[in-house]
Nanobody
Framework: QVQIAESGGGLVQPGGSLRLSCVLS?????????????VAWYRQTPEKPHEWVAA???????DYGDPVKGRFTVSRDFAKNTVYLQMNNLKPEDTAVYYC??????????????WGRGTQVTVSP
């Protein structure tokens, strides 16, 4: 069983920054070999359901969608089984509910687990 908890969203002005957190927990991680899995961030708007944003592998390699390259940074704390998304120079088009999820390695960042509650990011003057 895997639980996913996203946090850190809020209201910010254009050009501002936010740091999102993704905590992974549950009995699945009682096996140390399962800790720190590959995780991706996604965002959802009425127009784009679960658009892929960024990803980080088990070893820390990262990948980003074109809309966020150079502005967002994904990282992880191996000790806490937690993944972060640092979002800088935010734009109104970044407004969305942000989710994280494990993803199937080798695919198109397809999510593995049921979606969590997400965290709302609103970028507005």
């Amino acid at each position: 069983q895997v639980q996913i908890a996203e946090s850190g969203g809020g209201l910010v002005q254009p050009g501002g920054s936010l740091r999102l957190s993704c905590v992974l927990s549950g009995s699945y991680f009682s096996n140390p070999a399962q800790l720190n899995p590959a995780v991706a961030w996604y965002r959802q708007t009425p127009e784009k359901p679960h658009e892929w944003v960024a990803a980080i592998t088990r070893t820390g390699s990262t990948d980003y969608g074109d809309p966020v390259k150079g502005r967002f940074t994904v990282s992880r704390d191996f000790a806490k089984n937690t993944v972060y998304l640092q979002m800088n120079n935010l734009k109104p088009e970044d407004t969305a509910v942000y989710y994280c999820n494990r993803y199937y390695v080798g695919g198109a960042y397809s999510p593995v687990d049921p979606w969590g509650r997400g965290t709302q990011v609103t970028v507005s003057p």
